[in-house]
């Protein structure tokens, strides 16, 4: 297994221009979040999915879309991007049953975002 | 989620145990506590978690006290490459999920 997958690993942006960041698991999980880091700081959730067609807002979601059309993959979508947008993206993911209590995090190796 | 506080920062002798505070004394009865920790610029990786008893496993162990309002990672014998930045999270009950939200975390830095 690949695990999560996150492309591309690095990426310069104009003010203004759109991008999607792609991630995609191979692990058959049923949640997966989205998170930026900025330099020296915590990790900030921006949107997370409890499954397939289901979508919900984290802390930071403002200038981002998400969508989960499939179990596998978990895009996020900078529509018009700004310099406050500079950061390193985590995608991570996890399988979350009725019955489980190891809530264990995947995460990729992330995405640097510079936004000039 | 519960709010939980940390250290921002301690130093820890190669080969000497490091133990890691974390605060939650907000949370509730059925949140779980777990630790996840980060090495420079990688993705953060889980080491352990628990709900009310001690828990171990090859990477720590995890000790909760018993009113649950505070809990200490142990690093049995420290190497360079625990060298990271380890977090503490208190959520994800059992019967809710969804945000799991790190906070700043503690810069662990294991010194020769």
């Known amino acids: 297994n690949a695990g999560v997958t996150q492309t591309p690993k690095f990426r310069i942006l104009k003010i203004g221009q759109s991008m999607t960041l792609q991630c995609a698991q191979d692990?058959?999980?049923?949640?997966m979040y989205w998170y930026r880091q900025d330099p020296g700081m915590g990790l900030k959730l921006i949107y997370y999915s409890v499954g397939a067609g289901i979508t919900d807002k984290g802390e930071v979601p403002n200038g981002y879309n998400v969508s989960r059309s499939t179990t596998e993959d978990f895009p996020l979508r900078l529509e018009l991007a700004a310099p406050s947008q500079t950061s390193v993206y985590f995608c991570a993911s996890s399988r979350r049953t009725a019955r489980s209590t190891n809530e264990k995090l995947f995460f990729g190796s992330g995405t640097q975002l510079s936004v000039l | 989620d519960a709010k939980t506080t940390q250290p921002t920062s301690m130093d820890c002798a190669e080969g000497r145990a490091a133990n890691l505070p974390c605060n939650h004394s907000?949370?509730?009865?059925?949140?779980?506590v777990y630790w996840y920790r980060q090495i420079h610029s990688q993705g953060p990786q889980y080491i352990i978690h628990?709900?009310?008893n001690n828990e171990t496993n090859e990477m720590a162990s995890l000790i909760i006290t018993e009113d649950r309002k505070s809990s200490t990672l142990i690093l049995p014998h420290a190497t360079l490459r625990d060298t990271a930045v380890y977090y503490c999270?208190?959520?994800?009950?059992?019967?809710?999920?969804?945000?799991?939200?790190f906070g700043a975390g503690t810069q662990v830095v294991v010194t020769p």
């Open positions: 999270i208190a959520g994800q009950s059992t019967d809710s999920w969804g945000k799991f939200q």
């Open positions: 692990m058959n999980h049923n949640y």
């Open positions: 907000t949370i509730s009865g059925n949140e779980y």
């Open positions: 628990g709900l009310k």
